[in-house]
């Protein structure tokens, strides 16, 4: 899709996207003159008093502002419904925290309001009625499978479990087959044989390979950790034991040729398991990515036998960040089920050894079945999502992860005087009236290492207004559009702002009235894929006579764009500078083939 020479800057780019756009998304800039400019009259300076140009995004950053997702339920089990920021209080490491941002989210209010529809150019001039709106996606449902640590047999159960979810789909249901090996990926869609031919290729998928069969010494990935990260002298000497038995045939006297290699062992096992994890954190930010882009309520479903997360622990945390700001719940799903401790480990690959390291190794491997559910609990936790863990019916176990709570609250602070050396900060959300709630809430975040780059950061903020389907009304914005077809597969569709001056704040120097308003359009098609927009700042610095005028009428700003015949939504965002004031609105359109 390409657009009109009044466009210049593309929002190619998905939220959490680094690095320049492709080039071959960039258009030729030319000068546009604004409808507010040819309506004003001449002046004697020379100096223009509207202009539109093409310009990068500037939005204003949130400075430090932790996002926290809450969902609180009573002593049933029943998600409480009627709370308000005062019935919350929040600690920052102890130290209690000014709750500055509140808002209540329900799956209603995450539904797309769409506040206008587009007509023929031709048919409106004549008076013809206005298309219907489309049934426009409402749900985007993200699954990734965790295809790295999952084992076959679990992979079969959750395949099954999955296809019976897709028969139970709403046709504004939209969902996506993603893995954390990246190797299989289905975007999201309405067809059901689409999805269940993706499902077939969710099968163990592991980076680095598994340990081969009876390995000397045997070293889990969980021990790994204890032994490098953890400097765990007992499960070293366990392993050192275990080279002895398996490499020397028992000689103790072989104990400081073992050490070395005991130890090479454990990092090179940790080496693989940190690869294992690191993809699969990849591949879910990817998988964030790609929802965070669609227009609707997002819900990500992550299916895994969880993990160990070793010195990993600031992933988790990014990613739980990332989703609170983006309007995400991750939903975790445990693919073992109801499984019971792996004392005895493979029986395909009995554990070697004498007796010495028998009943330590039986230990990591119970505890490591246990810490690996961690990361699922604190996603889950974290993002106001569901855990489903210690039982088989899986189906039941997706039927509530795709179903949304019915209310969630997101608190926001910004930490006073933070230090940015990285530090792992506690979080506490309690209820202020100490009722007996249940309150679900993440446990902590990971102050930054370093301030981060504001230009990329303001290039964040304005991909998060254009990627919501929230509608804003700081400002009095009306949305317009209008099509109208150059042939048979082309259409040229334009979308018209009319923004009225009376809320908009202008700072007053040297005669003139100034402020600059941001206009952002994204064009999204059926399923929610981005598929054009554009960005305009006008920069109004008008005399007295002028701001008058036009403070009785508004001003239009259009935006034109070259698309194919569907169904389309518009997302229109405005931000003046001065006042630092937002609008957004949804629009829908119908250009019949």
């Excluded at 390995?215 to 002895?244: F, G, K, M, R, W």
């Amino acid at each position: 899709m390409t657009v009109c020479i009044c466009i210049a800057v593309l929002y190619a780019l998905p939220l959490f996207a680094q690095g320049p756009q492709n080039s071959s998304q960039e258009q030729n800039k030319a000068p546009v003159q604004s409808p507010a400019t040819a309506a004003a009259p001449p002046q004697e300076n020379k100096a223009s008093e509207v202009e539109t140009r093409d310009t990068p995004a500037t939005f204003k950053v949130r400075v430090n502002l932790v996002l926290v997702r809450v969902v609180v339920r009573d002593e049933f089990g029943k998600v409480v419904d009627n709370l308000h920021r005062e019935d919350f209080a929040l600690t920052d490491n102890r130290k209690p925290q000014v709750i500055s941002f509140f808002s209540v989210e329900t799956p209603v209010s995450r539904s797309i309001p769409v506040t206008t529809a587009s007509s023929n150019s031709a048919e409106a001039e004549a008076g013809a009625p206005v298309a219907p709106l489309p049934a426009m996606p409402q749900r985007f449902v993200s699954i990734l499978y965790d295809d790295v640590h999952i084992e076959m047999s679990d992979s079969m159960n959750v395949r099954v479990a999955t296809a019976n979810l897709l028969g139970s789909l709403a046709p504004t249901d939209r969902v996506g087959i993603f893995t954390t090996s990246g190797q299989k990926t289905q975007d999201f869609t309405s067809d059901r044989e689409l999805l269940k031919q993706a499902l077939l290729g969710i099968v163990p998928r592991s980076m680095t390979g598994h340990p081969s069969a009876g390995a000397c010494p045997d070293i889990s990935y969980y021990q790994a950790d204890l032994i490098v990260n953890q400097n765990d002298q007992q499960a070293l000497a366990v392993a050192v034991d275990e080279t002895v038995d398996c490499m020397f045939n028992g000689d103790q006297t072989k104990i400081p040729f073992a050490r070395p290699i005991a130890t090479s062992a454990a990092q090179t096992s940790l080496t693989q398991g940190d690869v294992d994890t690191e993809y699969a954190y990849r591949h879910m930010e990817d998988a964030m990515r790609r929802l965070a882009a669609m227009p609707g309520q997002r819900v990500l479903v992550f299916v895994s036998p969880g993990f160990i997360m070793s010195k990993l622990f600031t992933e988790a945390s990014g990613v739980i960040d990332r989703a609170a700001r983006a309007n995400i719940v991750i939903d975790t799903i445990d693919a073992r089920g109801l499984y019971t401790p792996d004392v005895m480990g493979n029986i395909a690959d009995p554990p070697g050894g004498s007796y010495r390291v028998q009943g330590p190794k039986a230990l990591y491997r119970t505890e490591a079945q246990s810490a690996q559910s961690y990361v699922l609990g604190d996603l889950a936790a974290g993002t106001g999502g569901t855990y489903f863990h210690n039982r088989n019916d899986l189906d039941e176990g997706f039927r509530q992860a795709v179903a949304a709570p019915p209310v969630s609250y997101v608190l926001g602070f910004s930490p006073q005087n933070l230090k940015l050396n990285g530090s792992y900060h506690t979080l506490k959300v309690t209820m202020a009236a100490k009722q007996k709630y249940n309150v679900q809430a993440r446990k902590g975040y990971f102050a930054p290492s370093k301030a981060q780059d504001p230009a990329e950061t303001a290039k964040q903020e304005i991909q998060e207004a254009i990627f919501s389907q929230d509608e804003i009304h700081d400002l009095p914005v009306e949305l317009q559009t209008q099509f109208f077809k150059t042939d048979q597969s082309q259409v040229k569709l334009s979308v018209i702002a009319h923004l009225d001056l009376k809320s908009v704040k202008f700072r007053k120097a040297d005669g003139r009235n100034n402020d600059d308003v941001t206009l952002a359009t994204a064009i999204f098609d059926e399923n929610g894929n981005f598929i054009t927009g554009g960005e305009k700042i006008i920069e109004m610095r008008l005399m007295d006579g002028t701001l008058e005028r036009l403070g009785q009428r508004g001003i239009n700003v259009k935006s034109s764009f070259d698309v194919k015949p569907g169904s389309y939504l518009v997302r229109l965002v405005v931000r003046d500078a001065e006042g630092e004031q937002m609008a957004a609105r949804n629009g829908a359109v119908v250009i019949p083939y």
